[in-house]
Each structure stands twice: as structure tokens, then as C-alpha cells.
């Protein structure tokens, strides 16, 4: 249809496979950008100033924002945290959620995703390597793996624990069970039973 | 928190007051970016294409691709498109679909929205007034109004024929009834009630 011409047709192309959004989605979004064209600069320049000083930290897989050649994020940066402590986690998300906690010092190890045998990822293709090289050359003492409570984070969970063992290095994972503000009669069996087997002595 | 930088910060803030779109989608859909530059850099590209074509018809206030000066859209600029018949409708997504039936031939107005008194919209606050005068000096014939079956929609209706009564010019709306395929267990009362009423004879 000449009605969208082609640069529109392949940005409704990319809007529609981002995340969450559909074919439909992206036509009200683009239209929302195109009917605002203070917007749409605006979303221009946001994304120049986010791809000029974006970089993966050559550390630990976290986004860096320095700009710089051998990009090093806030936390690799930071000489207050623990360099004893590694935070395993899936993404760069996991890092956001657990920084607003506020409680873990240590530093992360961004696994870039988790293994999976039903969608073909093996432990080579996430960083899991780098995992253990980083565990033996920064002489870390702690790795908790703070990954998913899904088949495929638990078993991402025993293939690290299974190759870090060689190196005496203490190994955890989140504990599980109820989550804050949950009723008990609307968990599932799963949390249930794990809740009920790490119950914990008060008296 | 000084691990989301200002630029990303800002670009978050955008992403999330898209139509559609919530903080923690927005973070979806920047995450998904940065973790592709390719994608990243693409969708900066169909930005700046996109930008640098789009204007707003002079005419009927449809978008327009052509980036000249004085932006003339694609159904304006089509000389096999009857000038005689206009079909007022609220926005540029309806002028899509409608385009998608391909049963209309004539040319389209854009109002940019309709009379809302719950919204403090008036009848000049939409492009009513160009409406009026574009059917007097364009010698149009009829004027289809393809508004929403909602409270404004009719009101704009009643409004736009109104102020075209006294031009002689054909005015029509919408037929309203039965959507095609659905069930008539499942239709609501007022559309089965104007289904009823707008009945048509087949023998």
C-alpha cells in the first residue's frame, strides 16, 4: 500500500517484534511519535545519547555507560563493593531488581541468559567460561547464583555449581519459598512444599 | 541510582508514557535494544528516514511522505481519487483501515480528534472549520462521516451536519448493525436495537 511508504513500514516492522508489542501496538505507537514530531526528536536524540556512551562491561556482562574503549560498569567501578562476593544473575534486569534491594555489595556475573535444553542453549553459550575463569583469577570466595525458579535457571544453577566445585569456592542459591505479602492458601504446591522444607526455627 | 545514567533514564521515561506502554515495559523494550546495538542503530535509522520525509497534508491534515515543503499525502496527490466525496474520520489510523477495504474512492478528512465536552474538546479545537470551508471552496458533493459509535463521535456527528446543512452537500454517517461474523447472542442492546431499527428488506 503507497498509503505508508517504506521507511514507515519498516519502522512499524521493528516496533512490532520489540518486546510486548504487536502489529497493532506499534501502529498506535508510531502513530503517537508521527503525530508529535517534538516526540519523535525527542526519541531521535535520547537513543543517540543512549548508543554514545553505551558499552557491555568487559567484567561481568553488565551495561557500561562510560563510552569509553574498555567499557567497566558502575558496579565493576565501584571500590566500596566486595570483590570476594559474585551475584550470578540472567540478565541486566536481574541487576536493576537486586540494586533496588539495596543489600548485595558484591559485584554480578551477567550470564547473558540461562541453559536450555528445549531451545538449544548449552553452557558454552551462555557465559559460564568466563563464570569460572573470573572465580579462579579474581579469587573469589562466594558465587550465589541468584537465577529464575524455573526448570531451566535450576539446572543453569547445577551445571555452575558442578563446575565451580573443583575450586573450593562457596556456592548458594536464593532461598525459596513464600514471597512477601503472599497468603498461604494461594500459593502453588511447589513454593508450598520448598517453603515447608526450609522452614526455619524461631523457638 | 546511578546505574541507570541520565540519558537512559530519560529514554526510559519516554518509552513509558508511549500509548501502550508502562515503566516496566519501557524497560523491556530499552533492555532489548541495548543488548542489540544492531538494533539499536536500526531503529535510529527508521526514526531519522521516517523524520525526514513526514509532514502533514496541507489538505486533509493526513500524514504525508513526500518531506516538501507544502506536504500533499498520498491520497491527495492521487489524481484518479474522486474530489466530490469526503470522508471525515478522527484520525490517521482510521484513514489505514479504511484503505485497507479498498471500497473508498473518494478523499479523506482528518478532524485530529472529536468534540468531547467531558474532555474540553470544542468544534474548533478540531479541524471542523477547515472541514466547512474545504466542502465550499472544493465544490464537494457528500460528506461521509466515518466517526466512532461512542457518545462523541455522534455528538461530532450531529455538530459537522449541522454546520453543513445550509451548503446543500450530502451528509451521511456510518450504518450501524451487526459487525461481520458476529453472533447475535453476544451483541449488546444498543447495537441490536439499531440493528433492528436500520432492518433491511430482502424480499
Redesign the interface.
Known sequence: ?????L??E??LR?LGK????GPR?A???A?????K?E??????R?????????GICEHCGN?A?NGRAAPVC??CANPARNTGVLCVVE???D??AL??SGVFTGRYHVLGGVVSALNGVGPEDVRIPQLVKRVRTDEVQEVILALGASVDGQTTCQIITDRLMPQGVAVSTLAKGMPVGAAVDYLDEGTLSLALAGRQRVA
Chains 1, 2 share one sequence.
Do not use: K, T
Open positions: 500500500m503507497a498509503l505508508i511508504p521507511p514507515l519498516r519502522l521493528q520489540l518486546p510486548g508489542l501496538s501502529q498506535r505507537v502513530l503517537s511519535l508521527l503525530q514530531p516526540a519523535l526528536a525527542e526519541l531521535q535520547n537513543l543517540a545519547d543512549v548508543a554514545a556512551q553505551l551495561l555507560f558502575e558496579v540478565g541486566v534486569a541487576i536493576w540494586e533496588r
